[in-house]
């Protein structure tokens, strides 16, 4: 049995990537009907931030962008990759309350099994995060910036400002054509603001709301520059030369870190919680599924930007719970890659990992290989043994009793 046989299977993509849901199209059609109404009247008329509890009038633009919403919104209850777990929806739904305030009743919160940076909040009060995006972040500041971001999206009616807009032209089914399904479904549920012409002028007002909201709530003021680098180096990372078509009307990413690095400045010496230790609690169940589905996604360069990041992060904390997982994930990252000198770095990677109590089962496996190709016998049944302990159940037990047999045997 070849190597690459007895590696675990690969992961399929989330499920909701490939889901369609069935009331999409109902929305589809709904929004072409839209298209083909004449733009109403209301087009240019300021719009007011909205109040706790308040609901659109009937008959209004706004009841027709809410009902699309609330169409949306069933489905996302009902995708088979919403992440249910109550301790994790109740953190994340907490932390959203602290940022929302009096808006709290209002708010529903969904978490989507999806391994890419996005949330989005809706007019009508959904929220959606993704689990891409709780990955990336390290601490509850930063939560609080990203989700004070969407609130305010939602407090100043967005996406009511962009569907007035976007009903006079083509771009709604024209962006909505191009992207995946579960991806439309977001961007649908997140008011469209991404096909408005003045969405980067939206963008930057949430930004400013959500930055001065959770510095008022006594947040870290550092936290936007910290997400806004993360990200950049990221960006910068990937080999892709233009943005994502959904988020191009944004702000540029380093744009946003200027302006974030700049605000903290103001606040330079003010001491702000950076709910590290709650947040780490919170997402650590959940660290080895999300690097797994990071990996599935087979951007290695920007993979091993992320994870070498969040290892980097955890060592300056002094948090050693998570070590030996982020060094296994950055240790495949560079084996599936294989450029250059990318094996030796895994296999070193992975001698880290080991030293390491919580390096995942699979940490051994990937060690007892590499040993193998180094011709050290011994070294390599250990850890194929240590795999095994931590792994009794692995489907491929036999194979690995086999190979094991082989090694004791060899000249």
């Given at each position: 049995m070849s190597r690459a046989a007895l590696r675990p299977?690969?992961?399929s993509a989330p499920a909701l990537l490939r889901f369609v849901p069935p009331r999409l199209a109902c929305l589809r059609l709904a929004l072409a009907c839209a298209l083909a109404a004449p733009a109403l009247a209301c087009a240019a008329a300021p719009v007011e931030p909205i109040r706790p509890g308040e609901r659109p009038a009937a008959g209004s633009t706004e009841a027709e962008l809410w009902y699309g919403m609330e169409q949306a919104e069933r489905d996302i209850k009902t995708a088979p990759a919403l992440v249910r777990d109550p301790a994790l929806n109740a953190y994340v739904h907490g932390?959203?309350?602290k940022v929302a305030g009096e808006h709290c009743a209002d708010l529903r919160v969904y978490i989507v099994d999806v391994p890419?940076?996005?949330?989005?909040?809706?007019?009508?009060?959904?929220?959606?995060?993704?689990?891409?995006?709780?990955?990336?972040?390290?601490?509850?500041?930063?939560?609080?910036?990203?989700l004070g971001h969407e609130f305010a999206h939602y407090r100043q009616r967005h996406g009511l400002q962009g569907w007035t807009k976007a009903k006079s032209t083509t771009a709604v089914m024209a962006s909505i054509a191009i992207i995946p399904s579960v991806v439309a479904l977001a961007a649908s549920l997140g008011g469209l603001a991404s096909v408005s012409k003045f969405s980067r002028d939206m963008e930057r007002e949430a930004d400013r709301i959500g930055f001065d909201r959770v510095v008022g709530l006594g947040y870290d003021p550092q936290a936007g520059a910290q997400v806004w680098g993360r990200m950049l180096r990221e960006e910068k990372s990937s080999k892709r030369s233009k943005p994502w078509p959904v988020f191009a009307s944004h702000p540029n990413t380093a744009e946003r870190l200027e302006d974030t690095a700049a605000a903290a400045k103001a606040h330079a010496g003010a001491p702000?919680?950076?709910g590290r230790a709650p947040y780490q609690a919170a997402m650590r169940?959940?660290?080895?599924?999300?690097?797994?589905?990071?990996?599935?996604?087979?951007?290695?360069?920007?993979?091993?930007?992320?994870?070498a990041d969040l290892r980097e992060e955890a060592q300056r904390a002094g948090d050693q719970g998570n070590q030996g997982l982020y060094g296994y994930y950055l240790a495949e990252a560079y084996r599936r890659r294989g450029k250059n000198d990318d094996r030796q770095r895994s296999?070193?990677?992975?001698?880290?990992?080991?030293a390491h109590a919580d390096a995942p089962p699979a940490a051994w496996r990937e060690q007892a290989y590499a040993l193998r190709e180094r011709k050290d016998a011994a070294a390599a049944i250990d850890a194929f043994r240590r795999y095994l302990a931590a792994a009794p159940d692995a489907e491929e037990r036999p194979f690995i009793e086999k190979t094991i047999a082989e090694l004791e045997t060899a000249p």
């Open positions: 299977p690969r992961r932390v959203a309350c890419v940076f996005n949330a989005s909040m809706a007019p009508n009060g959904a929220m959606l995060v993704f689990t891409g995006a709780l990955l990336r972040m390290q601490d509850e500041s930063e939560l609080a910036l990203v702000g919680d950076v169940p959940w660290l080895d599924r999300w690097l797994a589905a990071e990996l599935s996604r087979r951007t290695y360069d920007t993979s091993i930007q992320v994870i296999a070193q990677l992975l001698s880290e990992a080991v």
